[in-house]
């Protein structure tokens, strides 16, 4: 995990959109994607996860390497010096390196004798405020809450599914608590599926927002 961190920061693949984001979590950046895409690997034999280290199965090295081959130069490079430059090192003194150059990851760190430049989490003016997820993966979108000091989410959204992962309310309730940050589910607060059905440019999205601004919202006061 770390290892995937440091590439994320320091490496090429900083500029990648599709590689992993970060949030600070029990023992400095984790990914939640990147723990369920590697808890699926193991599911499916792909990778074995056992005495507290993470390999290959047996099976799978030739058509690793294939694959590999196909990646360009560049990447392969950053991940060979990731691993030569930040897997020699013992767990503790890795995490030490860590903390110490991005210390906004320790935040929620359990390790906090590891930990040299103490921080408290950011705290929001009480207010509501409003934050979309398009573009974002669900790491970037919870760092971005944390960063921000926000306490809860209130989704609104009427029908909470996402094809994404971490956004459906069941992973996104269960990430946030993990967070410290709660989950409230508002529906009524939400647009109806049917209302959604003829959505096609520009201009139908406003004309159905400025409907439920000046008649849906105002008959939902309650909620």
């Known amino acids: 995990m770390k290892a995937a961190f440091l590439l994320r920061q320091e490496s090429i693949l900083a500029n990648e959109p599709t590689f992993y984001d970060f949030v600070p979590y029990k023992f400095g950046p984790f990914s939640f994607a990147l723990y369920r895409e590697l808890s699926a690997l193991v599911r499916d034999g792909y990778v074995v996860d056992e005495d507290r280290s ?64 103490v921080r408290d989490a950011p705290v929001a003016p009480l207010a509501i405020y409003t934050v979309g997820y398009e573009g974002k993966s669900v790491d970037s979108f919870f760092n971005g809450l ?19 992962y971490g956004f ?41 927002l400025d409907r439920y601004e000046d008649e849906m919202l105002p008959s939902r006061t309650d909620a």
Do not use: C
């Open 54 to 117: 993470v390999r290959l199965a047996g099976r799978m090295k030739t058509e690793s390497n294939a694959k590999s081959d196909e990646l360009p130069y560049a990447w392969k490079s950053a991940v060979h010096r990731a691993v030569r430059e930040y897997l020699s090192a013992s767990q503790n003194d890795l995490l030490k390196d860590v903390y110490s150059r991005y210390p906004w990851f320790a935040l929620k760190s359990e390790l906090q004798n590891l930990v040299s430049e």
């Open 146 to 164: 944390i960063e921000a000091g926000v306490a809860s989410i209130l989704d609104v959204r009427a029908n909470p599914i996402s094809r994404k």
């Open 168 to 208: 459906a309310r069941k992973s996104m309730s269960e990430i946030a608590a993990k967070l410290d940050i709660e989950y409230v589910h508002l529906p009524e607060l939400g647009i109806s599926s049917k209302e959604r059905s003829d959505l096609s440019d520009f201009d139908s999205y406003q004309v159905l």
